[in-house]
């Protein structure tokens, strides 16, 4: 089974400033991918950036990055130069590699003060 | 918007009907997934579909829900006889084949009942 732990329930973050959302995962399989996604307060999932775990660089995409850890099993995301936008709830996710069944954290949410 | 299309955006009903919500993947994905996400609480995965197959119904309750994906139009969440506990945001995700590609979601249907 896949465990996913994400333990910041909520973070304050003053506008232009960097916040990392810490993400830990449990699985026993060799092959997996993990993903983030933001979701605003009107209620949609929004794919933000995919790690996978043989990948050799850490993700990127645009102000988002992933901090990916294999051997402490953690894929935390940096959000650069943070945006009034940004205020949302962020799920951390996985999936095996011989899996289609996403496996979510129980998100934390971001408020970007301005 | 060639993005995965749900509706209704919101739906009540009251305890002992019925509730349909509807999601169109996104072109060219053929894989369809549902999830439910209770208050305050991530995803949950419930069911994956494929044309006209049921892949994985391991998270769908036993009784009362059924989904389907047919050969022509939308893929179909069906919940017969709905009680307050089935009260949550419903998630449709597709992607298209082979192994990490990313899910990409509707807006949700927000299931109330009265």
């Known amino acids: 089974a896949q465990k996913i732990t994400q333990t910041q329930p909520g973070m304050f973050v003053q506008e232009k400033e960097a916040v990392t959302l810490d993400c830990t995962y449990d699985t026993s399989d060799p092959s997996y991918g993990l993903f983030w996604y933001k979701q605003p307060s009107s209620g949609e999932m929004i794919f933000l950036i995919y790690q996978g775990s043989y990948d050799q660089q850490n993700a990127t995409e645009g102000r988002y990055s992933l901090n990916f850890q294999k051997a402490r099993k953690s894929a935390n995301l940096v959000i650069s130069a943070s945006q009034l936008g940004d205020s949302a709830m962020y799920f951390c996710a996985m999936r095996s590699l011989n899996d289609y069944k996403l496996s979510f954290g129980a998100g934390t949410t971001v408020t970007v003060r301005a | ?114």
């Not at chain 2, 009260?87 to 009942?113: E, M």
């Open chain 2, 1 to 114: 918007n060639a993005g995965v299309m749900q509706n209704p955006r919101h739906l009540v009903r009251r305890r002992g009907q019925e509730a349909r919500l509807r999601c169109s993947p996104m072109k060219g994905h053929s894989h369809v997934y549902w999830y439910r996400q209770l208050p305050e609480e991530g995803l949950k995965f419930m069911v994956y579909l494929q044309k006209e197959n049921i892949i994985d119904e391991s998270g769908m309750p036993k009784e009362r829900f059924s989904a389907e994906f047919p050969k022509e139009g939308p893929s179909i969440l069906r919940i017969q006889q709905v009680v307050r506990g089935d009260s949550a945001a419903y998630f449709c995700a597709s992607s298209p084949a082979g192994p990490n590609q990313p899910q990409h979601f509707g807006d949700g249907t927000r299931l109330s009942i009265l």
